[in-house]
């Protein structure tokens, strides 16, 4: 069974950083890309950041400087590192795995 659960989501003041997790179970994460998506009230799905399985790394135009992606393949799981966060970050953010699998999410708040 393919599991992927993030955590790490919380209320955080503007400037300030977090750092999700995204635990996976149940295919071979190792050969396997790993992205994070959000999505903000009111808005569609988008992807923030994504690193496959040979290392190369994108990244939304708005979040580059500020968040960081990286993997431990012996944990099986995906980290987003975010710094300096803004309001317009809020979001419900998802980690996507090459094959099509979604986690259920994890919310990040920003706001003073």
């Known amino acids: 069974q393919v599991r992927l659960v993030e955590s790490g989501g919380g209320l955080v003041q503007p400037g300030g950083s977090l750092r999700l997790s995204c635990v996976t179970s149940g295919f071979p994460f190792r050969l396997n890309g790993m992205a994070w998506y959000r999505e903000a009230p009111g808005k569609e799905r988008e992807p923030v950041a994504s690193?496959?399985?040979?290392?190369?790394?994108n990244y939304l135009d708005s979040v580059k400087g500020r968040f960081t992606i990286s993997r431990d393949n012996a944990k099986n799981t995906v980290y987003l590192q975010m710094t300096n966060l803004k309001p317009e970050d809020t979001a419900v953010y998802f980690c996507?795995?090459?094959?099509?699998?979604w986690g259920n999410g994890t919310l990040v708040a920003v706001s003073s």
């Open positions: 996507k795995s090459a094959g099509g699998y």
């Open positions: 690193l496959n399985n040979l290392g190369h790394i």
